[in-house]
């Protein structure tokens, strides 16, 4: 986890305050029209910087979608981890991979590579959405 320094202002409280609300990924476009919702004046690009700045601290994911746009989440798990994420519902999960890890390293060290890092996403259809398929 890389630690940045983070200026303390009312808007990135607000925007702090917002992601931990949000269960599911959301783009940063959909972030800003639900702070907009609910009142909030505050720019797109410091609602960009200020998703940046939490997936730098840790506070937050960030998985590119399908379509190649980020999308955002709050970050329940320290440390690393992977997701299970429902394309329907967009329900997540935060997963621990030993045998990714495992595979991961021993990939990098047969052919000669280190300082190596690996983001893993699963997509499929969690219980309750299968079901109504």
């Known amino acids: 986890m890389v ?21 599911t990924f959301v783009s940063a476009q959909e972030f800003h029209g639900l702070l907009k919702e609910g009142g909030a004046t505050i720019g797109m690009a410091t609602v960009y910087r200020a998703l940046q700045d939490a997936v730098l601290a840790g506070t937050a994911d960030s998985i590119r979608s399908e379509s190649g746009e980020m999308l955002y989440r709050h970050c329940e798990e ?3 981890h992977h997701h299970l994420i ?5 329900r997540t999960e935060e997963i621990r991979a030993t045998s990714v890890e495992r595979w991961a390293q021993s990939a990098a060290k ?12 699963l997509f499929g259809l969690c219980a309750g959405c299968a079901v109504t398929d």
Do not use: K, P
């Open 3 to 23: 630690t940045t320094r983070r200026r303390s202002t009312n808007q990135r409280a607000l925007i702090d305050a917002a992601l931990t609300e949000t269960s």
């Open 78 to 80: 320290s440390g690393h």
């Open 86 to 90: 429902c394309r329907r519902c967009g």
């Open 110 to 121: 047969e052919f000669g590579y280190v300082d190596v890092d690996h983001h893993l996403e």
